[in-house]
């Protein structure tokens, strides 16, 4: 292959690259938009989600939910950066947007796993403010 196609090959890759994660970036803030507009609705003076509120409902372990999933890392592990194993021992891809550039960007789909997962580690539906945290904690990750 003479050095000037690879060179275009190589062009045309990071073009399609860049352009998938400036789809992604409006999806999330989207999302996030949402998020906090009934955050603020739910919590008067709420003004802004937080990484590290994020990162502490990440690795805290609840009450209320089913036995053996009391926190995000049980399934997903300590590092949203690695992969995680569902209780069955299915691979989950890594929760970090850094590592896996296709998460929270269909907002159906967000919003599916935070109903699933909420009620499997809460024993209850997550609030807006701690969707909101948790997506602004993975977003940086």
């Not at 992604?24 to 803030?29: G, H, I, K, L, Q």
């Not at 938009?33 to 994020?54: C, H, I, N, P, V």
């Not at 970090?96 to 269909?106: F, I, L, P």
């Not at 919003?111 to 807006?128: H, I, M, P, Q, Y």
Request: charged letters at 25%; glycine letters at 10%.
């Amino acid at each position: 292959m003479k050095v000037s196609h690879v060179i275009t090959v190589m062009v045309v890759a990071c073009g399609l690259l860049a352009s998938s994660e400036s789809v992604a970036e409006p999806r999330r803030d989207a999302i996030l938009a949402a998020l906090l507009a009934q955050a603020k609705k739910d919590e008067a003076g709420f003004t802004r989600f937080s990484a590290e509120r994020g990162a502490a409902f990440y690795k805290a372990n609840h009450k209320g939910g089913k036995q053996g999933t009391t926190s995000c890392t049980s399934c997903h592990g300590n590092s949203p950066g690695d992969k995680g194993k569902t209780r069955a021992g299915k691979d989950i891809e890594p929760m970090a947007v850094s590592k896996n550039s296709a998460r929270y960007t269909d907002k159906d789909d967000v919003e599916k796993w935070f109903t699933r997962n909420c009620s499997d580690v809460l024993g209850r539906a997550c609030t807006a403010k701690e969707k909101g945290d948790f997506l602004t904690y993975m977003i940086g990750q």
